[in-house]
Each structure stands twice: as structure tokens, then as C-alpha cells.
């Protein structure tokens, strides 16, 4: 008799489980996200669609999302592990490198070589933002210490003077989020745009 | 610290400790069935889903009706996510195409999400869907945080009723949870976060124009997925040139909203929160954090509320806090500092304070990565906006030990609080014997069978963690997967077990936990981890519902005092650092030495 009524309860709450679950599935798994997708199109569009950057109607990047720029005229973001090749956007990833890895220091060691041969003249100390590779791989910004670094080479590839750059750099210096949040920091994607558009003014 | 580190760690604490209070009698009203604003408003909505679902609401339960309703609905919960998973090829809402989840990642996945763990040993935008993503991942982060609330529910009642079985009607216990707490919360995080450039869309991914192009060396794989070699065995490269980048879309905000408030923790993204799509500024980066505390820590306030004595519940919340904070600021002090190994090599090259930044993200900082590593391994979040895999030595140990201090200090949504409980037991019976008073908490006494049950609720996490960790160190395939080589890889499977086991879901993401040993081994740590404490739990709330209550008297031991506050935080860390301390010793503490000696 007591089996029957716990066999009959299981039975009971087995039907309720199904149920509930297939009504949560729709509310929170449906409803839910579809409601929000709504409302975020409506009132940040920009944003929920990614923050992309356009160019000539083209779209040149995301303000979010870093890229790979390797050439001496553009300031560089920090390195990347992200693979088979750096900022790669649909592959996020850290180095996870521990810190007595051996691999963790040979490179920083090339990542020193790398920067000193693409300006062998300048004698600052490196910010370690430009040695270690971000968490994302994906990191859109530079410190602005690791902006003033790139100040000579940007400058001379450019043949632009070094205070011209800086006053850049400056300009697209975002502070600390309400005056006291998170670090300050320049998008490395829009400082670079800005810099090619420079570029192009002078030459007109 | 400098003064702009500390005034963010103040007003972040402040602004926490700010809503405990409004938040936690919110709740409180929400499971003692009373009226509210929510209620309200949605009340037709909750008694329709009682119509549709055939649920009894007016019969409670005693605990093994709760305890089996729980674990079929847990059980369901996870049949879905795994046939979604497994079916996701021919599901809707797939604009990447992605193929179905193979079985052994497809399990993991589905145990960890139900059990409120989010392990991820998938990189979601190269594996999941839309469709998994919201109709698997989404739907269990609510139910699984629903879940522990409710728990935790039948706990408070049992010890607040008295002589009496019913513990309340978990069905119940859910669909309030989750109509009147976390769905208005994320509905209304989720669009603070959008605002802040979280993505929200159903759009394929983008394709953009790279402003400047880029070559790079592709590693040729043969049809297995294998990196091809020459015929002197090195390995071959194509060089490709890059002039697009692919930017990942998707429904990302909704979901990211729920992982932080239900300490669920599973990201849309690989790397979690310190993906920019994920967390884009610190703004939404301090929501983010307010959200992984702010539900375990409402939820003291609401225990006080609920057993009549809010003085009980200030004392918990206190407790937990005099051991976050300490923790917090060891793990910033320990990250500020710069690498030794690379202090060594690169001594006057480089710009001295600006610590240790590998595996972190410029708009965070050393202190952003610091707090939210702390806080997600305090609570059974595991949300990371920061590669802790690169955390130096003391700097990773301290997430470690909050999470092998069986996640109390805060904990998961209602578990932390649950398991914190069972801690207050031990601590009542251990001073009752000293004193030799009859153990009682909460006017109930505490006997041999609550003893019992709480020994083993304590113990079995432990056991669960070493015995796995002891396997994988000891076989080829555990090690196979170890990105870091001598202690610190080590301290990645240690990590692995305890992050799996304590339902947290935090890695040392090195590990390639994405082969059938960890993914089946860890879906059966996670699984006892949360359900063999869970049925401990519910027995205990049974037993005590039991018994009567006695009145206080002068010879009651007070559980609200400081004194007692001490000998609790001392039973929890002598616990925590006896049984972990060997295993800690050969990881992250012989990896610091080593470290200081500059290798």
C-alpha cells in the first residue's frame, strides 16, 4: 500500500516537472531573451548590434572588439593568444600561461626584442600592459602609458611631431568610467582611425 | 593601495551592503506568501502556471516529497539541455551551423548547468547556438539558482516550524523565485548591461574590414584534426593573409544578466566576462560584480527576517564579510606585484607597478580583476573577468581556498547560506560539548542525527575533490590535459575538482577540460557535489521540523554573538586549511617559493 502511494506521488511530480519545465523553457528561455533583444533594438541599437565602427560605408571593426595592427605607423594593442592567428574575434582566449611557465618568459623576452627593433632609439620603460597578453585576447585598449611608449615610432612613421600625437593620444584618453571606475584608457581601433584621417587631411 | 583603489572597493561594498536590507525582506515577503508590488502585478501569471502545470500550491510537502520533486525536476532539466545539445544541428536559431555537442561535452555541460556549476569546458561562440544558448544554458540558469533558494527555503522552515512535517511546495518555491525575483532583476541588468555595449541580437556573425591587413602562418590539419608534418617532422604552414575580422553576435546580454545574478557564472563567450561584448566598460563591470554578491548576501538579511530574528541573520552576513574582505585585499596586494620571473629578466626594461597583467584587460586593472576573482570564488559564481590561470602563485590560492572552504562565505544562491547553516550546527554542537550544555540552535536541539547528516554534507566535498584530483594526477589522460608544466599544473586539476565539485565553475582555463576524462569525471563530481549535500540538507530541514521548540533560557549558548561569530570563522577556516592544506602545499604555495627564489 505505502509503495503504491509513493510510486503514485513520483508519478504526480514527474507530470508537474515535465510541464513546468516545457512553460520555463518558454518564458525564461524564449519569452525572455526575445523581450529584451526587442527593447535593446529599441533604445541601444548601436550597442545590442555589436558597436560597430563605419568607414565609407563600410564597417571597419567594433568599438568593442581589438585588432591586430602590426605596422610601425599604427599603434599597437596589447598581444594576443588568441589562435591559429591573434584577435581572432570568434575565438576568445587568454595565454592561461602560469606564472613560473618558462614559455611565459621567453615571450616577454621576444615581445621586448620586437618592440626595441621597431624603435631602437627609444630608452622609456615598456608598460607590462604591452608585454602580457590580455584576458580576452580581444582587449580594444592600450594604458595610456602604453600609448606614450608608441609615441616616437607612430611620430616618425608618420612624420608627424611627437607632440601632435600625444595631443591625440590625449584627446581619445577615456577617463575613469563616472570619474572613480575601472582605469583610464584609448581605444587603440579609434585612435588609429583618427590617425589615418589625420593623415589624409594633411595630404589634401 | 591608492586612495581611487580603495574609494572603488568602499562604494562597491557600500552599495552592496546598501541593498542587503531592501533586497532580503524583497525576498523574504516573496516565500512567506505575502503581498508585494511583484505579487501584485504577476499574480494572475503565477496562478495560471499552476493551472496549466496541474500544481497543488495549497499542499506542502515533507521532505522526501520535496527532495524527490527536486530531483525530477532537476533530472528533467537535464535530459533537456543534453538533447538540446545533441540535437542543436537541426534546431532553429543556429546562423553559425554549428554541429550537434558531442556526448561527453554535451553531459558535462548538462550537469553543470542544472547543478548551478557552469563549467565550461566549451568556448560558446565556436560550439553553442542561439537556440542552446537560450533555450538550454538560459533556462537553467534560472532554474538551478531557483533551486537552491528553494532549498534553502525548506531549511529556514524547518528550522522556524515546529513539530510538523510540511516544509512548504518546492513547485511553489520555484515558479515564485523565479516569476518574482530573477526574472525582474535580469530583465532589468540585462538592459543596463546592453546600454554599456553588451550585445543583444539574433544576427550571424560580421564580417569586417580589417583597417590595416595581416599575414599570419595557418597550421595545415589532415582530416583528423591533426596538425600535419613534413617529412623531417616539422610541422607544416601555409601563410594566409588576413583582411577580415569575424565579430561574434548573438543574445548575449539576457544571458549574461542571470549567469551573474544566479551565481551561475557560465559565460556567452569562451573567456567569460573579460570577453568585451560580455562586460565592455567598468561600469558594467561593477553591475556585474554587484550581481555575484548581491543575491547570497540579501539572502542573510532574508533568514533573519524569516526566523524571527534579524539579529541572527546580520551575524551570518557579518561573519562571511570579515573573511571576504581580508581576502579581497590579499589577492589585490598579491596581483599588484609584479611577476619575480619576469622581474628577473626584464628588470630596468619595464615600467615598475604596473603588476601583473597577463590574463587581464586594461579597462579593469589589477583591482576590477582582483575583487571579482575573490568575490566569484566567495559564491558559487565562477563568472571570470580575468584569466586566473595567470593569477601569480598566492594571487590564484586564494580563490582556491574560498572554494575548497566549501563555498560558505557568501556561496551560490541559497546553497552558500544552506551549507553556511550547516557549519553553525557543527559550531553550536562543538561549543555546546566544550561547555557541556545540551547543543541547541534556534530553540531546537541538535542530536545525533543532524550530526550526522551534516558530517556527511561536509565531508564529502573534500573527499569528492582529492580522490578525483589523485586520479587525474595519477593517470596520462589527467595529465595529457595540462597546459602549465611542474606545480602550477598541479594546482590547474586541484582547481579543476574543486571548482567542479563545490558547484562553482570558475577555472584555471589552461586545463583543456574539453576530453572525456574531465568532462565525464567532472559531471560526476559535480553531481554529488551538489545533490548528496542537497538531500543532506533537506533531511536535516525535515528532522529539526520535527522536534519542539524550547524557549531560550540563560543556559542557551547565543548564536548572534561576537564571540560565537569568532568560533564559527575559526571552525570554518581550521576545516578548510586542515584537510587542503597538504594538496595546497604542493601546488600554489611551492610554486610562490619557487617563484621568490626567481625559479
Known amino acids: 500500500m505505502i509503495k503504491q502511494s509513493i510510486k503514485k506521488m513520483i508519478c504526480v511530480q514527474f507530470g508537474i516537472s515535465l510541464l513546468l519545465l516545457m512553460l520555463m523553457t518558454l518564458v525564461t528561455g524564449l519569452l525572455y531573451p526575445m523581450c529584451i533583444t526587442v527593447i535593446a533594438q529599441a533604445l541601444f541599437s548601436y550597442q545590442a548590434n555589436g558597436s560597430l565602427i563605419e568607414l565609407d560605408n563600410r564597417n571597419i571593426g567594433s568599438e568593442c572588439i581589438g585588432q591586430l595592427f602590426s605596422k610601425p605607423e599604427y599603434f599597437q594593442g596589447r598581444p594576443s593568444a588568441t589562435k591559429p592567428f591573434p584577435y581572432n574575434g570568434i575565438a576568445s582566449a587568454g595565454s592561461n600561461l602560469g606564472p613560473s611557465n618558462i614559455s611565459l618568459q621567453e615571450n616577454i623576452k621576444s615581445r621586448i626584442k620586437y618592440l626595441q627593433n621597431q624603435d631602437p632609439k627609444n630608452t622609456l620603460q615598456i608598460p607590462i600592459e604591452l608585454l602580457t597578453s590580455s584576458g580576452s585576447g580581444l582587449d580594444p585598449h592600450l594604458s595610456p602609458n602604453a600609448a606614450y611608449y608608441q609615441i616616437s615610432r607612430v611620430a616618425k612613421a608618420r612624420r608627424l611631431s611627437e607632440a601632435d600625437v600625444k595631443i591625440l593620444i590625449d584627446h581619445f584618453t577615456e577617463p575613469r568610467q563616472w570619474f572613480f571606475l575601472g582605469e583610464p584608457r584609448i581605444n587603440v581601433l579609434k585612435l588609429n582611425k583618427a590617425l589615418d584621417a589625420l593623415g589624409q587631411n594633411s595630404n589634401k | 593601495m591608492s586612495g581611487n583603489e580603495i574609494l572603488q572597493l568602499v562604494i562597491y561594498l557600500a552599495v552592496l551592503f546598501c541593498l542587503v536590507k531592501p533586497l532580503g525582506s524583497y525576498i523574504a515577503t516573496i516565500y512567506e506568501g505575502r503581498s508585494n508590488f511583484m505579487v501584485r502585478v504577476l499574480g494572475p501569471l503565477e496562478r495560471w502556471t499552476y493551472k496549466i502545470c496541474h500544481i497543488r500550491s495549497e499542499q506542502e510537502m515533507n521532505w522526501k516529497e520535496y527532495a524527490i520533486s527536486m530531483l525530477l525536476f532537476n533530472l528533467m532539466g537535464f535530459i533537456a539541455v543534453y538533447l538540446i545539445q545533441r540535437l542543436q544541428g537541426i534546431l532553429p536559431l543556429n546562423p553559425q551551423h554549428f554541429p550537434a555537442v558531442n556526448p561527453d561535452l554535451a553531459f558535462n555541460t548538462a550537469t553543470s548547468f542544472i547543478a548551478n556549476t557552469n563549467w565550461q569546458a566549451y568556448g560558446g561562440e565556436n560550439t553553442l547556438s542561439y537556440f542552446t544558448q537560450m533555450a538550454a544554458l538560459t533556462v537553467q540558469n534560472f532554474l538551478s539558482a531557483a533551486t537552491g533558494i528553494s532549498i534553502l527555503m525548506a531549511l529556514i522552515r524547518g528550522i522556524r516550524r515546529c513539530e510538523t512535517t510540511a516544509l512548504g511546495n518546492f513547485w511553489v518555491d520555484i515558479v515564485r523565485g523565479i516569476l518574482y525575483l530573477f526574472l525582474p532583476l535580469s530583465i532589468l541588468l ?225 546553497s552558500g547560506l544552506y551549507q553556511m547553516i550547516i557549519f553553525i550546527l557543527i559550531t553550536v554542537f562543538v561549543s555546546g560539548l566544550m561547555v557541556g550544555r545540551t547543543p541547541e540552535y534556534m530553540g531546537k536541539k541538535i542530536e545525533a542525527f543532524e550530526m550526522k547528516m551534516a558530517a556527511v554534507a561536509i565531508f564529502v566535498m573534500p573527499l569528492t575533490v582529492l580522490l578525483c584530483t589523485a586520479i587525474a594526477v595519477l593517470s596520462s589522460a589527467g595529465l595529457s590535459a595540462l597546459a602549465n608544466p611542474g606545480a602550477h599544473g598541479f594546482s590547474e586539476i586541484l582547481y579543476a575538482f574543486s571548482s567542479m565539485t563545490n558547484n562553482n565553475g570558475s577555472a584555471f582555463a589552461g586545463l583543456n577540460s574539453n576530453i572525456s576524462f574531465y568532462t565525464t569525471l567532472g559531471g560526476f563530481a559535480i553531481l554529488i557535489g551538489r545533490y548528496w549535500i542537497a538531500i543532506a540538507i533537506l533531511a536535516i530541514a525535515g528532522s529539526l521540523a520535527g522536534k519542539k521548540t524550547i524557549p531560550a533560557s540563560s543556559g542557551t549558548l547565543p548564536t548572534d554573538s561576537i564571540t560565537f561569530g569568532f568560533v564559527l570563522i575559526g571552525v570554518i577556516l581550521i576545516m578548510g586549511a586542515l584537510i587542503f592544506f597538504p594538496a595546497f602545499a604542493l601546488g600554489p604555495i611551492v610554486e610562490q617559493f619557487m617563484l621568490a627564489g626567481h625559479l
Not at chain 2, 599575414?215 to 601563410?239: N, S, V
Request: negative net charge; aromatic residues 8%.
Open chain 2, 190 to 414: 540585462s538592459l543596463l548591461l546592453v546600454s554599456q555595449g553588451v550585445i543583444q541580437n539574433f544576427k550571424p556573425y560580421q564580417s569586417v574590414s580589417l583597417i590595416q591587413a595581416e599575414q599570419y602562418q595557418d597550421p595545415q590539419l589532415d582530416e583528423t584534426g591533426q596538425q600535419m608534418k613534413d617529412a623531417k617532422g616539422d610541422l607544416i604552414f601555409r601563410t594566409k593573409t588576413l583582411i577580415e575580422q569575424q565579430i561574434p553576435m548573438g543574445p548575449a546580454a539576457s544571458q549574461v544578466a542571470i549567469k551573474q545574478l544566479g551565481t551561475n557564472g557560465g559565460g556567452f563567450f569562451n573567456v567569460n566576462s573579460a570577453h568585451p561584448f560580455e562586460n565592455p566598460t567598468p561600469l558594467s563591470n561593477f553591475f556585474e560584480m554587484l550581481a555575484i554578491l548581491l543575491m547570497p548576501a540579501a539572502l542573510c538579511y532574508t533568514y533573519g527576517v524569516m526566523v524571527r530574528k534579524n539579529r541572527q541573520g546580520w551575524a551570518i552576513l557579518v561573519t562571511m564579510s570579515i573573511i571576504l574582505i581580508p581576502l579581497i585585499c590579499t589577492t589585490f596586494i598579491a596581483e599588484k606585484q609584479t611577476n619575480p620571473a619576469i622581474e628577473k629578466i626584464a628588470q630596468d626594461i619595464i615600467l615598475p607597478d604596473g603588476g601583473n597583467m597577463e590574463g587581464k584587460e586594461t579597462r579593469f586593472g589589477i583591482l576590477n580583476s582582483s575583487i571579482w576573482a575573490t568575490a566569484t570564488t566567495a559564491t558559487g559564481n565562477g563568472s571570470v573577468n580575468a584569466m586566473l590561470d595567470s593569477f601569480l602563485p598566492v594571487g590564484g590560492l586564494i580563490p582556491l581556498w574560498l572554494m575548497d572552504l566549501a563555498e560558505v562565505i557568501f556561496g551560490g544562491v541559497g
